[in-house]
């Protein structure tokens, strides 16, 4: 499903733990690190595709996060031509995606990267909020960036009760 202008509906996930520390997920057989991110099917609400997007790439549930907020807007990254399958080229131009900024009330352990029969991640890790970009591939780093500096405010408002 894309739009007028060629970019598919998504949302990109920033899972935070209480130390603010955020959720990174390593690509199945790559070096390659991202946050959780998906499509928005056809009928689905952004918020709805984030949920399920997080039950399948990380195995939480609504119960295990608080939604701390949102970007407003879409934020767009164009995918490289060689990147695109090419029945797509001259229709596809990439992704338009709505950010999540999640806190985990959960526990580490109900993390499952096995929860879909498609697992995404292979590995994952809390690294500092502030991600070292230059591990996002190129064409993503500025929506990263974009998200990261929107969505940080809302650290600030919440502040997660610390389990003893």
Same mark, same amino acid.
């Given at each position: 499903?894309?739009d ?21 997920g390593k ?7 991202q946050?959780?991110q ?7 609400? !952004? *918020?709805?595709?984030?949920? =399920?997007?997080?039950?399948e790439? &990380?195995? /939480?549930?609504?119960?295990h ?13 164009d995918?490289?031509t ?7 080229r ?15 009330v ?7 990267l096995?929860a879909?029969?498609? !697992? *995404?991640?292979?590995?994952? =890790?809390?690294?500092?909020?502030? &991600?070292? /970009? ?31």
């Amino acid at each position: 499903m894309l739009d007028r202008e060629g970019y598919r509906p998504n949302v990109g996930i920033i899972l935070c733990n209480a130390k603010n520390e955020v959720f990174w997920g390593k690509r199945i057989r790559e070096h390659a690190w991202q946050f959780p991110q998906g499509g928005i099917k056809r009928g689905e609400t !952004p *918020e709805q595709a984030m949920y =399920r997007e997080l039950h399948e790439e &990380v195995g /939480l549930t609504p119960e295990h996060v608080r939604i701390l907020g949102r970007t407003k807007d879409w934020l767009r990254y164009d995918v490289p031509t060689h990147w695109i399958k090419r029945e797509w080229r001259g229709s596809y131009k990439g992704q338009k995606q709505i950010w999540y900024l999640l806190r985990l009330v959960g526990r580490d352990s109900d993390v499952c990267l096995r929860a879909s029969d498609h !697992p *995404e991640f292979d590995a994952w =890790r809390w690294n500092e909020y502030w &991600v070292p /970009l230059d591990a996002v591939i190129e064409f993503k780093r500025e929506v990263y960036r974009l998200a990261l500096a929107e969505l940080e405010r809302f650290l600030e408002s919440d502040r997660a009760p610390r389990r003893p």
